[in-house]
């Protein structure tokens, strides 16, 4: 029997590595894999990795978009391709997971994050604004880099910590783009 295609997930201390243009391929290549196992999925590539030129955490985010009443099949064909429920400090529940694992691609060992989420959730809207806010607007991706550096020169690495130190930064982000938004 082969061993399944997604590997083991090695949690590391927070960092802000510079974008990498292997992601979104990736990205796209492990989206394949899970939508062949679960055709009436939808993948989505978010986070920083998902933003040409932005400076994150260095882990591929994936929202896997599941219709009404597949949580469980979906969360069963994750854990068959390889991937691994979320370890540590406050891990997301059950009833939303988020799966992890890793890939090699051209020498490489790319983290994954991969977000279980109904389809109709507000949070989908949510993080397709954000990154593609961020990605129109260089200005705001290069704001939000350097609150992300500031975030590791301030001495924090524990990952559960650096997102929460982050989240002002999102929300204001997200906010500004509802007012705008209102304005049109």
Do not use: N
């Not at 090699?104 to 060992?109: F, K």
């Amino acid at each position: 029997m082969s061993s399944p295609p997604i590997g083991h997930y090695e949690k590391l201390p927070a960092a802000c590595c510079d974008w990498d243009p292997q992601a979104p391929m990736v990205a796209a290549r492990i989206g394949t894999l899970i939508t062949r196992h679960l055709p009436d999925v939808t993948v989505e590539h978010i986070g920083s990795t998902a933003i040409p030129g932005c400076a994150g955490k260095g882990i591929i985010d994936l929202q896997v978009l599941y219709p009404a009443g597949r949580l469980p099949a979906v969360r069963d064909a994750l854990d068959s391709l390889g991937f691994q429920r979320q370890q540590g400090r406050d891990p997301w529940p059950e009833e939303r997971p988020m799966r992890v694992g890793a890939v090699e691609h051209a020498g490489t060992c790319f983290r994954i994050h991969a977000h279980v989420v109904a389809a109709d959730a507000p949070e989908v809207t949510a993080t397709r604004a954000f990154r593609d806010r961020l990605r129109a607007d260089a200005t705001l991706r290069d704001a939000y880099m350097a609150r992300k550096r500031a975030i590791i020169a301030s001495g924090i690495s524990d990952t559960y910590e650096y997102t929460l130190a982050k989240g002002d930064f999102v929300r204001d982000t997200l906010a500004a783009g509802e007012d705008h938004a209102e304005t049109r």
